[in-house]
């Protein structure tokens, strides 16, 4: 483009309205993403709402029966457990991913497979640490969502804990 083009009367008629449409055009995709955006925030918004109400009665609900707080506590700890076990899993997974990644980095074919196959392997192996991610991040809020429970059962706190006597002076 050169200075000749912004004075020809070709170049101003192309340009201008395209530029018009442009603008029009993003104006209503703008306006049409922040109405998506706001509506699917909005029910999440709502969706934390009822959880938060739902966590604080079963938290007051634990807080009067021991044997419902104990079963909560032992979800927790499970699924804790869980999702360590699939993040060290995970961690595993993805150091065989690397080596194998190495393997293939020294030698291009590092087995009698076709390559197709090593890419295969490589693939697989890549979702199943995927997997073990999201199953340990799944177990992981899980577990958050019980201890929030929890501790709202210590705040309403009703029956009877073992607490430690403290002897009273005289």
Known sequence: MTIYDLVSLRWWLVAVPALIV???????????????????SGSVRERTKRSRAAAERT?????????????????????RQAAIFNAIAAAISLGSLGLLNSLMALDPTPWPLPV???????????????????RA???????????????????????????PKVPQEQ
């Open 116 to 134: 197709r196959r090593e890419l295969l392997a490589l693939t697989f192996v890549y979702l199943c640490t995927l997997a073990l991610v999201g």
């Open 59 to 79: 938290g007051m609900r634990a807080s009067k029966d021991s044997e419902l707080y104990a079963r909560i506590w032992r979800d927790e700890q499970r699924d």
């Open 137 to 163: 991040t799944y177990y992981w809020g899980k577990a958050q969502g019980r201890t929030y429970i929890l501790r709202i059962a210590d705040r309403y706190a009703v029956y009877a804990r073992a607490e």
């Open 22 to 40: 442009w603008a029009v055009l993003s104006d209503l995709i703008k306006k049409g993403l922040y109405a998506g955006l706001s509506k699917v």
